[in-house]
Structure formats: structure tokens, C-alpha cells
């Protein structure tokens, strides 16, 4: 049977429970792919799309998330960027999808778009304005369902992205409660972890609270400051607890894969991703 370990006859008990708690303590975290959500590089990838991709693939990123303006790609161009992908290694994890891209009549060419590019996920990036009371936020959660009945035949799900205003409560209630009590089971929420913290609430028990539908994470920090704080600090210098963030994705949020997000930092943009990467890396001894 693999990962048995067989006791040896000479072996005393007690030294054998030793041996096999001290295995337990050095074992390596799960092993759970990481990407780059390309807002990070938004300038460069205005510039040469194509080009940019090629150095994040450099990097050592194994994966990707494109944001909202790919809806507006062909798609013969969507074909020629998912051949890209598969030259350079990589995989289109998911999109951060805009709210339009939801609509009846929009949503066909977004699944469409997904498709070429390998996405399984079209992750709402926001609700497309403001919402001003909790029936809103259940007006949006119904277009999330309808979109999940939408992709579903097609192998995908449907998903939210949070900001810090899902986590900053309405009349006492978290919009975000309301999208998770409202939305089935299917519909991922993806978690950006600075934004949660931000706004002053446990992304640890956020997590913990919805087992299983935690599919990605955003590893976006965040700390408390001037301007060269808040969301300008790299991956590891703010103040989230990312060993609990980790460990509770992978024990109970049902994490298929992490997102590198930088919004901005001392660096230029591809030093910044690239920094991010080998400190995830140093922190999770990959």
C-alpha cells in the first residue's frame, strides 16, 4: 500500500511514534499550483500581451487568470493566446470576469471565451457598482446561480470575487453572507485575502465558515500605513497570517489553486510578481 510505513522488528514502539511525529512535522504543505492574476502586469499587458505572458511564464508561474477586458477578444485571437498557454507551460486557471459578461445576453460568449482558453472558472470580479442594501446583494447572488446553471453543461462554475466592501457590513450583515446563504454550493468564492483583512474581519474563519467553496485565493497582503502600505507591500510583508490562511485553504476551503495580486509596489510590475513568487516559494518550501 504506498505511504505505509512498516515497522521494523528491532524497532521499539515508542521510538517508532518518535520517528513517525517527527515525519508528520517536516512534511511539506500540499503541494497546490500558483498563478498570477495579470492585473499585476495590466500596463505591460496593454502593451504586448503576448510578450508579457512569455515572462510571467519565465518567472515560474504555472498558471494565469486574465481579467475583465479578454471579453472583448475574438475568438480566433482567444485561440492564438490559449496556444500561447500551451507553448509556454501554462494553464488559464480562471478569468475575473466583469458583471456584464453575466448578463443573458453576454454570458454565451464568456463561456465561449472560458472554453478556448482551458478556464474552468468565470469569477465574477465585482458586482458592477454600487449596491446600496442587502436585497441588491441578493439580486446579485441570483445572477450568480443563473450563471452557474448557465456553465455548468459546459464543465465550468460560476464564482465572486471579494473586495473590502463585501466585508464591511450592511444594517449589521456582511454582503458577503448574503452571497454565500444565497448562492448554491457551486458557486466558488473566491477569497482576496488583503481585502478581507483590510476590512477588519478573519479571512481564517471566513474560510473555515465555508468549507469547501474556497476553490482560489488571491494572495494579496495588506498593512496598515501611508502610502508605500496598504496594498503597496509585497506578498509576506503585510500583516495577514498566511501559515493559518494556508493551512485552513487546504484543510477545509477545498483550494484547487492560488493567485499571486499585486495592485502596485516599489518595484517595476514583472520584479514585483517575480519577488512575490519566490517568497511564496520560501514560505512554502517549494
Known amino acids: 500500500m504506498v505511504g505505509l510505513i512498516m515497522m521494523p522488528h528491532s524497532l521499539p514502539r515508542r521510538g517508532f ?38 515572462q510571467v511564464a519565465k518567472i515560474g508561474y504555472e498558471g494565469v487568470e486574465f481579467y475583465a477586458p479578454y471579453f472583448e477578444w475574438t475568438a480566433a485571437y482567444a485561440k492564438e493566446v490559449r ?19 453575466y448578463a443573458p445576453e453576454n454570458i ?8 478556448i482558453l482551458g478556464s474552468r472558472f468565470a469569477i465574477m470580479s465585482s ?32 464564482g465572486f ?16 453572507d448574503v452571497l454565500a446563504r444565497h448562492t448554491g454550493k457551486d458557486v466558488v468564492l473566491q477569497l482576496d485575502v488583503g481585502t478581507c483583512v483590510e476590512a477588519g474581519s478573519d479571512p481564517v474563519e471566513w474560510i473555515r465558515r465555508n468549507a469547501g467553496r474556497i476553490v482560489s485565493a488571491h494572495l494579496k497582503d495588506w498593512a496598515p500605513g501611508g502610502a508605500d502600505k496598504g496594498y503597496q507591500v509585497l506578498f509576506g510583508e ?6 493559518k490562511v494556508f493551512d485552513e485553504c487546504e484543510k477545509s476551503g477545498g483550494i484547487e489553486y492560488y493567485l499571486i495580486e499585486q495592485e502596485g509596489s516599489r518595484f517595476e510590475p514583472l520584479e514585483t510578481i517575480g519577488r512575490c513568487l519566490a517568497t511564496y516559494r520560501k514560505m512554502r518550501g517549494a
Open 108 to 115: 454565451g460568449k464568456a463561456i465561449e471565451l472560458n472554453q
Open 238 to 243: 503585510g500583516v495577514v497570517p498566511w501559515k
Open 83 to 101: 496556444q500561447l498557454l500551451d507553448d509556454t507551460g501554462m494553464k488559464c486557471f480562471s478569468t475575473h470576469t466583469s458583471a456584464k459578461s
Open 127 to 158: 458586482a458592477g457598482g454600487r449596491i446600496a442594501d442587502l436585497d441588491g446583494w441578493k439580486v446579485v447572488a441570483e445572477r450568480l446561480n443563473q450563471g452557474a446553471e448557465k456553465m455548468k453543461p459546459a464543465g465550468m462554475r460560476a
Open 161 to 176: 470575487h471579494n473586495h473590502a466592501a463585501e466585508f464591511k457590513p450592511i444594517g449589521g450583515t456582511r454582503p458577503m
Open 17 to 54: 511514534l518518535t520517528l513517525a511525529a517527527a515525519a508528520a512535522i517536516t512534511a511539506k504543505p500540499k503541494r497546490v499550483p500558483v498563478g498570477v492574476e495579470l492585473y499585476s502586469v495590466r500596463d505591460q499587458l496593454k502593451q504586448d500581451l503576448m510578450g508579457t505572458v512569455r
